[in-house]
């Protein structure tokens, strides 16, 4: 399968179609969702994005959830650290640093950063998406 760049609208069109195939079940720990403003990307100043789980069910997609419980905002460097390079240093050093701003609900996040980052909770959805990503 061809690589497509993080955040591009190919990639989006690709993992809908990945968690169409692995299936989106989601574990307790994940009922969150996340609105993520990635600024800088290659694809004009911001990128408003949507991950996280709802009735047990894994979601990500284009554009803002207006009943997220959090928003993340970042640069495009590092949001590709922590979600494609897998580095959860990389969040706690940008937000130490001042380039990650966290608004909303911190427990949920610390609850799904505790139980780990595989969407859906999907270890083999995780290794396809991260598989497709450039």
Do not use: C, W
Not at 18 to 34: C, K, N, Q, R, T
Not at 73 to 99: L, R
Request: aromatic share 4%; proline share 4%.
């Amino acid at each position: 399968m061809s690589k497509h760049p993080f955040l591009s609208d190919e990639r989006f069109a690709v993992v809908q179609r990945l968690i169409e195939d692995h299936g989106a079940e989601a574990p307790a720990h994940a009922e969150a969702v996340i609105n993520l403003t990635i600024t800088g990307t290659p694809f004009g100043e911001e990128r408003h994005i949507h991950m996280g789980a709802r009735n047990g069910q894994g979601r990500v997609a284009i554009g803002h959830d207006d009943a997220a419980d959090l928003t993340i905002t970042t640069d495009y460097d590092t949001a590709k650290a922590i979600f494609v390079s897998g580095d959860p240093q990389a969040g706690m050093q940008a937000m130490m640093q001042g380039k990650l701003k966290v608004q909303g609900d911190m427990s949920k996040l610390m609850a799904m950063a505790q139980g780990g980052a595989a969407p859906g909770g999907n270890p083999a959805l995780a290794e396809a998406i991260q598989g497709i990503t450039e």
